[in-house]
DNA sequence: CGGCATCCTTTCTGATACTG
DNA sequence: CAGTATCAGAAAGGATGCCG
């Protein structure tokens, strides 16, 4: 589920900030096309680990957040984190 | 360093069992051809996750293990598999 | 704004045959 | 036994233009 060079850069992301928006989380994650962004997205979100919100409104605005099951990744990505300080620091 | 297809099994694999020789591995991953085998630990190699001892016999005689850089990472591991268990039960 | 469709390039993976 | 070399197919990723 996790791999694809994007899907740990969005749910750190996600984790970090719990709801963003496409444009903010295409922003926050300089180099990542368009189309990685939404094909990792319907990825996760079909692996039940976002939710995808679709306000309906125009322009639009369609909203992301770590879904319950996808907080159960939780400690897997505090452990990631904490690896790569350890790492850093030796 | 865990993007590939057969990264993960092969930690797994090594944090199950602290010393596996080359054809164990092949063995215990079923699916996995020689090459991708030799690439992914000469990776992980590369990567101080794992270490490689080579006894220099005849037949030849190698065995792979979590390197303390790897051992690191077992915190990872852990979590990870905690995660598998809670998705297979819901 | 968010997403699709298309085209193109790169990377990854597997099968097979071969070496010391 | 462990590893290498080669080839071919599959998959992933990026750039661009277009749509509602």
Known sequence: ?????WKL???FRLYADPSMRTLQL???LPGIS?????A?????????????VDY???PRRVEYHLSE??????PVLIAMRQFSVERMSS
């Open 69 to 74: 099951g996808g907080r159960a990744l939780l």
């Open 40 to 52: 990792h997205l319907r990825e996760l979100a079909n692996d039940g680990l976002i939710d995808r």
């Open 34 to 38: 368009q189309k990685m962004l939404t």
């Open 1 to 5: 589920m996790i791999q694809g060079r």
């Open 26 to 28: 295409k922003r926050d």
């Open 56 to 58: 309906g409104e125009r």
């Open 9 to 11: 850069p969005i749910l």
